[in-house]
């Protein structure tokens, strides 16, 4: 066996992740956020806020606190939006589930981070392992977070233009 055959497996591979990707973003997006009318959202974000009310200003978390409430207020917003929209466009949560995972996802991630973060500021261990806690989170919610306007721009934009194709146009 040479190198190539591995490069062509994993190529084969990566189109059934897709392709399986897109089908459970479909049905967490139905189910979880549209089925629920929000509630769900509405939950996390309770958590998420109480966990953000109850940090100490010296908490190294603080630093991120804007950002991650912005992005809970972005989320919240998509949230509330999906549901009334896709009482009118049946086709839109096959269009956007992809990009709105994302969000959630990266705001699950964001939580995570503030924890983590939280807990370093709190923690009596090894400053090398903490300093490099805390550099990642700076990372993250500086490299990472951003995504989410990219993200909110796509659910915006919709089904209209893919579904507009014609069947000549494919």
Known sequence: EYGMEQ??????IARLYEGANGVVSTDLTKRKIVGTNGKLTELFASEVRNFVDGLADNSPAALYREDFLLLTDKIESVSAALVTRAKDEPDLVGAIATPVCHLFGLWALAYMWM???DAAGRSKKDSDFIGGKLKTARFFFSFCVPEADL?????NAGCGIPMSLTEEEF
């Open 115 to 117: 924890r983590m973060v």
């Open 7 to 12: 490069v062509v497996r994993d190529c084969r």
């Open 151 to 155: 993200l909110v721009t796509r659910f």
